[in-house]
């Protein structure tokens, strides 16, 4: 009972892992870009979630309002970054869009310590009364928080997979990232494309920014590092690029976490979770479900 109790621990805190990864992935196929502000995305999406929170109280329809509003911020963050620092920098070197990546994060997190309304003290989140079920006497226990954000994470999931293989944009997505010159040439708006990628992946980074201000129920300026670094981590040890190999990074880095916590020590969870991503890497350095791209000379 303890090792499933942990798993559903880890499920949970890896479905909020592989809606990050997500962003990062998508990104990367698309542009080729690590985007390493998407986790201050995170950020963003929690703070405007608790302001909305706060005013509107957290019942369902303060819960819908927070993660509609959050979506709708996040989505004009992820548009409004990418066409100001890395839609110039598109046929510059890579290590050019790195560097913006970087100081883009250093800009949000910096930016929201300074805020008035925001500050660099943390505050507590504002979420619904834990209600915990009970199973086999107690052995197994199941809390609302922990079925919301498995609930709303799947159905995203499954939202996003739609998009991506049944959909018009869904398909122009596959072909920029396939070829983006042959897609320009077919009629295909890379730019308009590409802005939607950005903003379907912040619309992911919010609702999994929600889903842990939830489950760590306290927002502060720098809460997107760690969970967007741990992502990343997920998105690489699937396969960066491969949207099933985000999700199932996401969950096996979730599991692992959960696991070592429980049976090991807390203090040794992030090593154990890096320690995941350099294995595979050293086995099958595309990833477990990335594949290897054949370059023409």
């Known amino acids: 009972m303890i090792v499933l109790q942990q798993l559903i621990n880890g499920i949970s805190l890896g479905s909020i892992y592989a809606l990050i ?15 390493f502000a998407h986790g201050d995305i ?8 608790f302001f909305v929170l706060g005013a509107i109280g957290a019942g369902p329809w303060g819960i819908l309002a927070a993660f509609i509003v959050s979506m709708i911020i996040c989505a004009s963050f992820g548009i409004t970054i990418e066409r100001l620092a ?9 290590l050019n869009s790195l560097i913006t990546a970087i100081a883009v994060s250093l800009i949000l997190e910096n930016g929201a310590r300074v805020l008035p309304f925001i500050g660099p003290n943390p505050r507590q989140f504002p979420r619904p009364a834990v209600v915990t079920i009970q199973l086999y006497g107690g052995a197994l226990t199941i809390s609302n928080i922990q079925g919301i954000v498995i609930v709303l994470a799947g159905l995203l999931m499954v939202a996003l997979n739609y998009i991506i293989n049944s959909t018009k944009r869904g398909k122009a997505m596959q072909a920029v990232s396939f070829d983006m010159t042959a897609a320009s040439l077919m009629g295909i708006p890379v730019n308009g494309i590409i802005a939607f990628t950005f903003a379907l992946g912040s619309i992911l980074a919010a609702a999994g ?14 809460m997107g590092m760690m969970p967007g670094l741990k992502a990343f981590v997920a998105a690489v040890l699937g396969g960066i690029g491969s949207v099933p190999g985000a999700m199932l990074g996401g969950f096996i880095l979730g599991i692992a976490e959960t696991l070592t916590k429980g049976f ?9 979770s890096f320690s995941i991503l350099i294995v595979v890497l050293l086995i099958k350095p595309t990833g477990i479900l990335g594949k290897k791209l054949r370059v023409k000379v």
């Open 264 to 272: 090991l020590s807390s203090q040794y969870s992030d090593a154990i």
């Open 42 to 49: 995170l950020m963003v999406g929690a703070y405007a979630a």
């Open 209 to 222: 920014g929600v889903l842990y201000a939830f489950a760590y129920p306290q927002v502060n300026p720098l």
């Open 21 to 35: 990864a997500l962003g990062y992935t998508m990104v990367y196929g698309i542009v080729l870009l690590i985007n």
């Open 86 to 94: 890395y839609r110039p920098l598109r046929s510059a070197p890579r």
